[in-house]
């Protein structure tokens, strides 16, 4: 018989120091099956948000008008989105054990996963997710030969990520800055604009051209 695996994610937490950003989740692995040790598991995850199983506050809505419509049509339109994917190698056990499992993270508004975080700014509580695990599990039949099974779709674990663990996380790789992504072509121009100008920053660039257009908006 092969082993039977369960998934939980017991917590999260903010690296202390990594290169690029990222959440550290707290992966158990339980083997229904002890009697059949687990040499090792290639384990990858699909992450998805939950979106319908929190409440929103009239501030988060209006914010969360691009990602879901109008509230009024929330019923349709609120479903599960697709966050990331990650992986990880779970080391040889028999019952249960624990690893992290990093889970890199985006601060790019064009990814929608990200409009809905920065929606719930402010808010309380946390963000529902659901993880879906997929992989490899390897392990030794009776006979002491190596064996190769695959992971089926249907083990999955939830979790309630705290909304204050992702402000941390913002906090320490993005501190009092958002990040933005521009076609060539746009960012081009922009440059050309702040240097025939002679602004020293990117944020008084964007400011000016702000200013402008609200002048140009009253008159």
Same mark, same amino acid.
């Given at each position: 018989?092969?082993?039977?695996?369960?998934?939980?994610? !017991?917590?999260?937490?903010? *690296?202390?120091?990594?290169? @690029? %950003?990222?959440? !550290?989740?707290?992966?158990?692995?339980?083997?229904?099956? *002890?009697?059949? *040790?687990?040499?090792?598991? @290639?384990?990858?995850?699909?992450?998805?948000?939950? @979106?319908?199983?929190?409440?929103?506050?009239?501030?988060?809505?209006?914010? &969360?008008?691009?990602?879901?419509?109008? %509230?009024?049509?929330?019923?349709?339109?609120?479903? /599960?989105? &697709?966050?990331?994917?990650?992986?990880?190698v779970? /080391?040889a056990?028999?019952?249960?054990?624990?690893?992290?499992?990093?889970? *890199?993270?985006?601060?790019?508004?064009? =990814?929608?996963?990200?409009?809905?975080?920065?929606?719930?700014?402010?808010?309380?509580? @946390?963000?529902?997710?659901?993880?879906?695990?997929?992989?490899? =599990?390897f392990? #030794?039949?009776?006979?002491?030969?190596?064996?190769?099974?695959?992971?089926?779709?249907?083990?999955?674990?939830?979790?309630?990520? /705290?909304?204050?663990?992702?402000?941390?996380?913002?906090?320490?790789?993005?501190?009092?800055?958002?990040? &933005?992504?521009?076609q060539?072509?746009?960012?081009?121009? !922009?440059?050309?604009?702040?240097?025939?100008?002679?602004?020293?920053?990117?944020? #008084?660039?964007?400011?000016?051209?702000?200013?402008?257009?609200?002048? #140009?908006?009253?008159?």
């Open positions: 018989m092969m082993p039977d695996l369960e998934f939980a994610i !017991l917590g999260a937490a903010v *690296p202390a120091y990594a290169a @690029a %950003p990222m959440l !550290l989740f707290r992966l158990q692995v339980s083997n229904r099956m *002890p009697r059949e *040790p687990v040499q090792s598991v @290639a384990v990858r995850t699909q992450i998805q948000i939950e @979106a319908t199983r929190r409440r929103y506050s009239p501030a988060a809505q209006a914010r &969360l008008l691009e990602v879901f419509g109008e %509230p009024a049509r929330w019923g349709e339109t609120v479903r /599960p989105l &697709l966050w990331t994917h990650a992986g990880t779970v /080391p056990f028999s019952e249960r054990t624990e690893v992290e499992l990093p889970v *890199p993270c985006t601060y790019d508004f064009e =990814v929608v996963s990200t409009k809905y975080f920065a929606a719930l700014e402010g808010e309380e509580g @946390a963000i529902p997710l659901r993880f879906f695990f997929s992989g490899t =599990v392990y #030794e039949s009776e006979e002491g030969r190596l064996q190769v099974a695959p992971i089926p779709w249907s083990k999955e674990a939830a979790f309630d990520l /705290p909304l204050a663990c992702w402000r941390e996380l913002i906090a320490h790789f993005y501190p009092g800055s958002a990040w &933005l992504r521009l060539r072509q746009i960012f081009d121009r !922009l440059a050309a604009y702040k240097m025939a100008h002679g602004l020293p920053t990117w944020d #008084e660039t964007v400011l000016r051209l702000l200013e402008a257009a609200e002048q #140009e908006g009253r008159q």
